[in-house]
């Protein structure tokens, strides 16, 4: 018998993610292919994932401190939310009810609001006023089961600004449970200042900020928006090899509302993922599929701004790994509940509850170059999970926009017991 600190037992289904590892007949290939465990258990020692079986071989095999009796639930990975703006100061409700009733999100931009708005309130904000504002939305979110989330810049696009919410992201890393993943998007949209200058500030951004924040350490990936309004294919090319010869990772938010080839652009610079994609060409998504370049989907955004859904069948198909996010930000997407994102992925965007559950874990850490950590539930990875009151990994999905989380492991200790609504 091997000591350790802490056993998870008794799980109805514990789902591992690891399809090596599903002990289910093949009636359920969909449970196979995310590694499902019928009364299944996980030995845990330290922070990390030690052993996972069936729950007789892991009682069998190992005595711990302290044990959880995980009857009744499913256990799943911690979540991962691949795409989210959480930090940022003010709220865009006025300019939600002017949508309702017709505007573009495109010409309130154009005219100066949207993304705009955010950025003067953010840029007013100090740094513990954004850290203050910015802990209910991350706490919302622990409620709903995510236990990594990333996190972009975006809101400040001047050097101190962006500095000053990547900053924002270092401590809330600290104060919170949520592992945060920080990515700098100085180049969100040329900001009002530059707006007949714009090749200035692209040069800031390349010549400033991306070497000020990689040497800092302030962010491990960057992105750009690239489409009507923001910015052009070449400006992100030049951004985006910039920040790669810097050592962080290329994104692109692409397709939102117009083709520009921006998939296309980030598998040439081998970047990790391209998000929204809502129009998107067939030349892309094969690139995509070649270059390994996650498609990080956005329900959220469709749904708020009322565009049609991107097209997950199409992605999976092609053999492009789909992942979901919230897109948690103040015009497009205002929302923390994963679960939910998830439960549109299926309903609206053509994938079946396997890929939607992959979409949120495995594949969302994939997108964020989290996967050698986080996302699955295998050996050697962080004992990051969940306790869900559902029968069955589908009732997640279909039973939909509610909480049903009964517990959260982070680092192999309960961080969180909570009444599932
Ligand atoms: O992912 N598309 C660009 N950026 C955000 C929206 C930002 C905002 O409206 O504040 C998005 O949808
Ligand atoms: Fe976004």
Redesign the pocket.
């Known amino acids: 018998m091997t000591e350790i600190d802490l056993i998870v037992h008794g799980a109805s289904q514990l789902l591992t993610m690891d399809p090596r590892l599903a002990a289910v007949g093949d009636d359920d290939p969909e449970a196979a292919r995310i590694g499902v465990i019928p009364d299944g258990a996980l030995a845990i020692h330290g922070t990390d994932i030690l052993d996972v079986g069936s729950s007789e071989k892991i009682l069998d095999s190992y005595r711990a401190q302290k044990t959880i009796d995980a009857r009744g639930c499913v256990v799943s990975p911690g979540l991962v939310d691949p795409?989210t703006?959480t930090v940022f100061a003010g709220s865009r409700h006025l300019e939600f009810g002017m949508r309702m009733r017709g505007e573009s999100?495109l010409d309130i931009l154009a005219a100066g609001g949207?993304?705009h708005s955010?950025v003067s309130s953010t840029r007013d904000a100090s740094l513990d006023d954004l850290v203050s504002l910015a802990l209910p939305r991350l706490a919302r979110a622990l409620r709903f089961g995510v236990t990594t989330m990333e996190i972009k810049s975006g809101y400040g696009l001047a050097l101190d600004a962006e500095i000053k919410i990547l900053t924002a992201v270092r401590r809330l890393d600290g104060e919170q449970p949520i592992r945060l993943v920080p990515t700098f998007l100085g180049a969100?949209v040329v900001p009002r200042e530059f707006v007949d200058r714009r090749d200035e500030y692209v040069d800031l951004v390349i010549r400033e900020m991306i070497p000020q924040i990689a040497g800092e350490k302030l962010a491990v990936a960057c992105d750009v928006?690239l489409?009507e309004g923001?910015f052009t294919a070449d400006e992100a090319r030049a951004i985006l090899a910039a920040a790669s010869n810097h050592g962080m990772a290329p994104k692109i938010?692409a397709g939102?509302f117009t083709d520009q080839g921006g998939p296309g652009l980030l598998a040439e610079l081998g970047g990790l993922s391209a998000?929204?994609l809502e129009v998107v060409s067939d030349e892309d998504v094969e690139a995509m599929a070649r270059g390994g370049i996650v498609a990080n989907l956005?329900p959220g955004?469709a749904f708020s701004l009322r565009d049609s859904f991107p097209d997950g069948r199409r992605f999976a198909d092609a053999g492009v790994p789909v992942a979901l996010a919230t897109?948690n930000?103040?015009?497009?997407?205002r929302s923390e509940n994963l679960p939910l994102m998830a439960s549109m992925g299926v309903t609206r965007m053509g994938l079946d509850c396997a890929e939607a559950w992959q979409g949120i874990t495995s594949n969302a850490a994939s997108a964020i170059g989290m996967s050698d950590r986080v996302g699955s539930l295998v050996p050697g990875k962080k004992a990051d999970l969940l306790l869900l009151s559902i029968p069955d990994f589908r009732a997640f999905l279909y039973h939909f926009g509610v909480n049903h989380t009964m517990a959260v492991v982070m680092d192999g200790k309960v961080i969180m017991k909570g009444t599932p609504v």
């Open positions: 795409h703006h999100y949207g993304i955010t969100h928006f489409d923001a938010h939102q998000d929204h956005l955004a897109d930000n103040p015009g497009s997407s």
